[in-house]
C-alpha cells in the first residue's frame, strides 16, 4: 500500500472549516483514499473515501487532486465534537485488505 | 450503517490470567476480520488477520500461541490472550467489512485491557 504523509498537528476555531492534508504521491491507479477518525479511547470512526472524483457526504468532503497524489479531507464547520486523531489511509479496495494505519492528524478545534 | 460491537470495553485482571474479547458483526457477514492493538499515543498496529472457518494469519512478532483468534462465524471472531502479563496491557480493536460489497471497514469501539 502507498504510503500517505500528513501533519502531526493542526488546530481550528471551532465553526470554521477544517481543511486536513494528505501527501500520497505514491499512490497506484487502483487505490482508494480512505479517511477515518479516532476519538480518544474509541475505535476508529469511518469518515469519507474516494478514487479519483471529489466525494461529500454528511461528514465531510474529500477533495483529490487531479494527479491523485494528494487529497484533502475538509469537515465544514468545525466542532468541539471534532476534535479527534485523523488518519488519511490509501490501499487497494478489497474485502480482504487490512488498513495500515500511519501517525495521523491530531486535530484540535478550539472554542 | 454496519456497526461492529466489541465487548468486554474494559478488563482489569491479575497476571497469568487468560482474557476473551468479542468482535461481532451485528447487521452484515463478514469472511475476515482484522486485530489491532493500540498502546498509548501510538497508532493502531495490526496483530492479525482472522479469517472465518479457517486458521488467522498473524503478523511478524505477533506470537499465534500468546492470542488465540478464533472466528467460528460470519459474524463472530475472538481473541483470546493467554496467560496475560502487564506488558500485554493495551487497547485492543477489531474492525470487519461486509462480504462482497463496496462498504469501507468498520472498528469496534475497542477493549482496554488491564493486567495488575
Known amino acids: 500500500d502507498a504510503k500517505t504523509t ?3 498537528s493542526m488546530d481550528c476555531a471551532e465553526g470554521r472549516a477544517a481543511n486536513l492534508p494528505c501527501n500520497h504521491s505514491t499512490i ?3 487505490e482508494y483514499v480512505y479517511w477515518y477518525r479516532q476519538i480518544h479511547s474509541q475505535g476508529p470512526q469511518y469518515i469519507i ?3 479519483k472524483n471529489n466525494e461529500t457526504n454528511e461528514m465531510a468532503s474529500l477533495i483529490i487532486t487531479e494527479d491523485r497524489k494528494s487529497s484533502t479531507l475538509i469537515l465544514p464547520h468545525a466542532t468541539l465534537r471534532d476534535t479527534a486523531v485523523y488518519y488519511c489511509i490509501v490501499r487497494v479496495d478489497s474485502a480482504g485488505n487490512m488498513l495500515t494505519f500511519g501517525g495521523g492528524t491530531r486535530l484540535m478545534v478550539k472554542p | ?3 461492529v460491537s466489541q465487548h468486554p470495553s474494559r478488563v ?4 497469568g490470567t487468560s482474557v476473551k474479547i468479542e468482535c461481532r458483526s451485528l447487521d452484515f457477514q463478514a469472511t475476515t476480520m482484522f486485530w489491532y492493538r493500540q498502546f498509548p499515543k501510538k497508532s493502531l ?3 492479525a488477520t482472522s479469517n472465518e472457518g479457517s486458521k488467522a ?3 511478524q512478532g505477533v506470537e499465534k500461541d500468546k492470542f488465540l483468534i478464533n472466528h467460528a462465524s460470519l459474524t463472530l471472531s475472538t481473541l483470546t490472550v493467554t496467560s496475560a502479563h502487564p506488558e500485554d496491557s493495551s487497547f485492543y480493536i477489531c474492525s470487519a467489512r461486509q462480504v ?3 462498504q469501507p471497514q468498520h472498528f469496534g469501539d475497542g477493549t482496554r485491557l488491564s493486567i495488575l
Open chain 2, 12 to 15: 482489569i485482571c491479575k497476571s
Open chain 1, 49 to 51: 473515501h474516494g478514487l
Open chain 2, 1 to 3: 450503517g454496519a456497526v
Open chain 1, 6 to 8: 500528513q501533519p502531526t
Open chain 2, 45 to 47: 498496529m495490526l496483530m
Open chain 2, 100 to 102: 462482497d460489497s463496496n
Open chain 1, 28 to 30: 497506484s491507479g487502483n
Open chain 2, 57 to 59: 494469519t498473524y503478523e
